[in-house]
């Protein structure tokens, strides 16, 4: 069975500070791996995505994710965050064996100015 | 949020009462999917449908019912089986992982929240 953790119910930066938010999986085939954002009351919009090649991935709004094979992890990166990334992050995870996509418990990024 | 629309945003129910929340698509996508959202749960898989006419169960289909009779429209019906219906509900479209395209990033739609009275 595919599975994601998300360890961090909350992360907490200040502005201008690198970010991380943490995610491992667990899959019995190839991993594919997400990244979504949600803002209050609003759907996930889509971030970033490994499917495969390069372990760092780049997508929108300067978001970055590594991908660590042996660490099972494909952690969130932003070198410098804005009070305007505070939001509510989510990673999934597919297995290239199965359709469905299985969502963290999401990790809420708080922001400070 | 584009090419996924969801309607109603806030929707109130009565207990005993079927609900049916609408969500459409223009992305041209062949597969569909209907999540709940609650507090400190992440999203969770009601049902999905990969093509018009055809559809599976996901993790907590109990109390829901769906149709595909069109390739855009994917309505989700909250029967009076749901127990605990209060929610937030997510509607989401791709095109289908067994397609073997690389374009199998799920899109989600605006959301719509339903309340129990």
């Known amino acids: 069975a595919q599975s994601v953790a998300q360890p961090e119910d909350q992360v907490n930066v200040a502005e201008g500070n690198p970010l991380t938010v943490k995610c491992t999986y667990s899959v019995s085939g190839n991993p594919y791996l997400f990244w979504y954002v949600q803002y209050p009351n609003r759907g996930l919009q889509f971030l970033l995505k490994y499917i495969t090649g390069d372990n760092l991935v780049k997508g929108s709004y300067g978001f970055e994710a590594e991908f660590n094979k042996s660490q099972t992890s494909f952690h969130l990166k932003k070198p410098s965050a804005l009070v305007s990334d505070s939001a509510l992050y989510f990673c999934a995870v597919r297995d290239s064996h199965f359709q469905k996509l299985v969502f963290g418990t999401g990790t809420r990024l708080l922001v400070s100015p | 949020d584009g090419g996924i629309t969801q309607s109603p945003k806030y929707l109130f129910r009565k207990e005993g009462q079927n609900v049916t929340l609408s969500c459409e698509q223009n992305l041209n996508h062949d597969a569909m999917y209907w999540y709940r959202q609650d507090p400190g749960q992440g999203l969770r898989l009601i049902y999905y449908s990969q093509i018009v006419n055809d559809f599976q169960k996901g993790d907590i289909a109990e109390g829901y019912s769906v149709s595909r009779e069109k390739k855009e429209s994917f309505p989700l019906t909250v029967t009076s089986a749901q127990k605990n219906p209060t929610a937030f509900y997510l509607c989401?479209?791709?095109?289908?992982?067994?397609?073997?395209?690389?374009?199998?990033?799920?899109?989600f739609g605006p959301g719509t929240r339903l309340t129990v009275l």
């Open positions: 989401a479209s791709s095109y289908p992982p067994s397609s073997g395209r690389a374009t199998d990033t799920q899109y």
